[in-house]
């Protein structure tokens, strides 16, 4: 038995490429009889027929390009077996060149003239590699055109196979099976010898024509890639080989946009049960993938995702269509006339309207057919042709989709969690391919979607990161540590955007952490939101979060914006939940319609679980009857720290000399701060509040409210110190110590300095502790108590990692 071997594309682009694949050959020659079959050059096919247009329109540079491919051919001869110049080779280039000034002269190409012209590229590869093998063993160039027999539909031939396999036997049985024949593929001749070539890609169909004639053991296609894979790893980066497919996988792979296999080639190896082996020229060693009538089966139930650009729904729509007999058959008889090919047919139930997809070149053709076949329709407004352009078509393949409950569910469920509209939908009775179109402007997201859905392990998270000050840059080595540990537990997380006010940082694939200071402060990259969304949307993760590390209100009011975008939120940012009540109440519908997640558990409390506790006790069914806490560290800190001897003032000062404060400490002192997580807690009860609602104690004297912030501060401030030294007395007198509270009750919501009694859950509080108390009705006889620090860069980096840890687990896939 025979091997045959088919090399094209890439695999010939060059003398070093062309003689690898030699050395491939005589691999496989020592091993078993082998029979090779090539396409012409890299390009050289499109290079012939751009020659032959310029030709034809007497263009005199097409001698340019003729000089081109010449001295191509002549350059490998030099390079692989020393010679300059060989007669054979000669011989076809000065056929070649005959043939276009004859071209050139007539001002006319046929499409005869086309494929004698076309048949060059493969002729003159043959004929080249035929000579470097000569040198290391017995080896013959083939024309093709001797038995490969077709009609005479030039471009597009039929092969007349009784002929043709007659042919071949003869002609390969007389064959010494030392010698290695070296065929031209794509190419054959009609009965009375005219040049025809097969079709585009057709080298394929030429091995599979003479491996089914000669009932070869196997048919190996050697190309540029590891094999078929599960999607386009162009496109989709987790993307991997295949190793075993059905004949009918392969087969409705190649037909919805996998080039590695025209799918014309299989129709031969199927009748005779004749395996075919994709393999790599680049990386010989890799198994490939073997295609038979015995493949493996999968548990994901789909084998491979497939897709076809650059197309065009088509919808004949009318209401006089229902239930009349012969639409349909005017409807496609009127595109066959024009030789369109319809690519997806859908049509309802209902009979009110019939879609098709067709590719983007022949719209014109099909607008104009329907035009003519429905004249009297369409002028009486019958029915209306609708056109919906920019399409792409993704199908996912697999022998066990066949009788397997829910992956046509899981297909759409895949497209609708990350908010891609299909706008038709296809599934034939074989229960092989299930065909969707959507906007074409999805389809990377698409793809790289159902391929997360069905194949890959890990759940893809890319962050868009906003603010890189204390918590940001504490955050983000925090997801550099723990990357490693995400990814073990199935998780894939990675850092794609990285900004500050004035510039960004980008990266598909995810940034370098380890350098992203350097790297962000030599950026050229102008921040902009809209330019970093579009970014976004060119990676090939399925699932974006928004990270705001900032405190700005400027970026909160861009978050409807990436909502809108299909971007998750993860913030420390206060802003958005204490915007006023009609513009909270948009931002939270607009997260519900778009199914986006909106995750600030460090609002309240930095790190500790204040949001999630309240969470899960209205899950559980509990009723809140109060809440009340310590929420501020600052304030936290100062009222530990006074004892009612020394001047309050100066306590404010030595905590903002060491960093316990805002710049300006008179933010922490206002009591805005509690008051804006008191409302934060309140409008998660669904309770409609805004801040002018808030009852808050300021503990700054009303005339150093307003202005600079400055070191006089602290002497204008010491009116007060009696005051709070009067307070901090009198609530030791009642065996009580003085805390700032916020409370969330039946009476209203307010921010307040309190006598708090010694034995209270309050009075723990030490140095900076926050400490928040859950009055409900099930814990009403003693409150459930979170306690701990409630500032600070790492503890409010820890949270908002927390956050998105709970994002990871909220998503899908």
Known sequence: MVKILKFGGSSLQSPE??????????????????LVVVSAFHHVTNQLLECAERAAAKQTNYIDLFNTIAERHREVLKKLIQKPMDDSIESLLKELESNLQGIYLLHECSKRSLDTIASFGERLSAQTITLYLQKHHPADYVDARKWIVTDDHYTQAEVLFPKTNKAIQEYFNKMPHSTIPVVTGFIAATEEGQTTTIGRNGSDYSAAIIGAALNAEIIEIWTDVDGIYTADPCVVEKAYVIPHMS?????????????????????????????????????????????????DKTHKGVKGISSIADVTLLTLRG????????TAERLFRALARQNINIILISQASSEHTICFAINDPDVKAAEMALSNEFRYELENLLIKVEKKPQQTIIAVVGDDMIGTPGVAGKFCYALGQNKVNINAIAQGASERNISLAINAKQSMLALNAVHQFF????????????????????LLSLIEQQSAALYEKGYDVKVCIIANSKQFIFDTKGLDLEHWKTNLQNSTEKFNIETMLRLLATTQFTHVALVDCTASSDIVSNYPLFVENNVHIVTPNKKANVLPWNEYQAFIKLLEVRQCHFLFEANVGAGLPIISTLQDLLMGGDSIIKIEGIFSGTLSYLFNQYDGQGDFSEIIKQAHEQGFTEPDPREDLSGNDVARKLLILERQLGRKMDFEDIVIENLIP?????????????????????????RFE??????????????????????ELQEVPRSHPLALAKHSDNIIAFTTQRYSLSPLVVQGPGAGAAVTAMGVFSDIVKLLHYLPY
């Open 702 to 726: 009303p005339h150093l409210r307003e202005g600079k912030f400055s070191g006089q501060f602290y002497q204008q401030f010491q009116e007060y110190n009696d005051l709070l030294k009067r």
């Open 17 to 34: 490429r062309v003689q690898f694949v030699a050395n491939i050959v005589l691999g496989e020659a020592e091993k078993t009889n082998i």
């Open 247 to 295: 004949y009918e996988e392969a087969m409705e792979l190649s037909h919805f946009g996998a080039k590695v296999l025209h799918s014309a080639s299989i129709a031969p190896a199927i009748k005779q049960q004749i395996p075919i082996r994709i393999k790599n020229t680049f990386n010989p060693a890799a198994p490939g993938t073997l295609i038979n009538s015995h493949p």
């Open 455 to 474: 194949f890959e392990a890990h759940k893809r998270l890319a962050l868009c990161f906003i603010g890189v000050g204390n918590v940001g840059a504490a």
């Open 319 to 326: 209401i006089n269509m229902v239930g009349v007999p012969g």
């Open 730 to 751: 009198q609530a030791q007198k009642n065996d009580c110590v003085l805390r700032y509270v916020g409370t969330l009750d039946e009476k209203g919501v307010r921010a």
